[in-house]
T-cell receptor, first 114, second 108 residues
Framework: ETGVTQSPTHLIKTRGQQVTLRCSSQ?????VSWYQQALGQGPQFIFQYYREEENGRGNFPPRFSGLQFPNYSSELNVNALELDDSALYLCASSLNNPGANVLTFGAGSRLTVL | KNEVEQSPQNLTAQEGEFITINCSYSVGISALHWLQQHPGGGIVSLFM???GKKKHGRLIATINIQEKHSSLHITASHPRDSAVYIC??????????FGTGTSLTVIP
């Protein structure tokens, strides 16, 4: 059984650029969620995807968008990067069962915006 | 005000001590999660619960739905327990809310 893998692990972008982060779900999981964690803060929920549709979203602007693919892997896209977007981006997969949605997290992608 | 509040923010304990971390939330939930995050970012799910109590090794998690409160207890703490412990809740709309975490340091 493979866990959740994220890529890239680290990247540096400049303000105004666009970034795509990738996540492969744990085998058997059909739901993926994305989180932003700024230094010294707890994770903030960005959104969740189930069956290739967004089915939950936190308080993030539309320039944060995502995709889920038929194999349940996912992408997080951020357009028009701002300095405050510098953070650790975490992906977690789970089963879409509100009574049993144990999360399995990836190690994260650390984004630095200069 | 955050939807999930944890206390304390920082905690230092001697090896062997009994530790309690508290979590209060203000939204209706379908589940509450306790997570452990080690330096470098990796997060591990410790517990998911919606009622009562769960135990795994030296870790015990309890939840009181009426009071919207949960506690994570660590018995016989050990330096390897040093980490950030995060409380998170899932509401009925599949949204997640996270506390800011409790940073635990266990001194030998």
């Amino acid at each position: 059984e493979t866990g959740v893998t994220q890529s890239p692990t680290h990247l540096i972008k400049t303000r105004g650029q666009q970034v795509t982060l990738r996540c492969s779900s744990q085998s058997g999981h059909n739901t993926v969620s994305w989180y932003q964690q700024a230094l010294g803060q707890g994770p903030q929920f960005i959104f969740q995807y189930y069956r290739e549709e967004e089915n939950g979203r936190g308080n993030f602007p539309p320039r944060f968008s995502g995709l889920q693919f038929p194999n349940y892997s996912s992408e997080l896209n951020v357009n028009a990067l701002e300095l405050d977007d510098s953070a650790l981006y975490l992906c977690a997969s789970s089963l879409n069962n509100p009574g049993a949605n144990v999360l399995t997290f990836g190690a994260g992608s650390r984004l630095t915006v200069l | 005000k955050n939807e999930v509040e944890q206390s304390p923010q920082n905690l230092t304990a001697q090896e062997g001590e009994f530790i309690t971390i508290n979590c209060s939330y203000s939204v209706g939930i379908s589940a509450l999660h306790w997570l452990q995050q080690h330096p470098g970012g990796g997060i591990v799910s410790l517990f998911m619960l919606s009622s009562g109590k769960k135990k795994h090794g030296r870790l015990i998690a309890t939840i009181n739905i009426q009071e919207k409160h949960s506690s994570l207890h660590i018995t016989a703490s050990h330096p390897r327990d040093s980490a950030v412990y995060i409380c998170a809740v899932t509401n009925t709309g599949n949204q997640f809310y996270f506390g800011t975490g409790t940073s635990l340091t266990v001194i030998p």
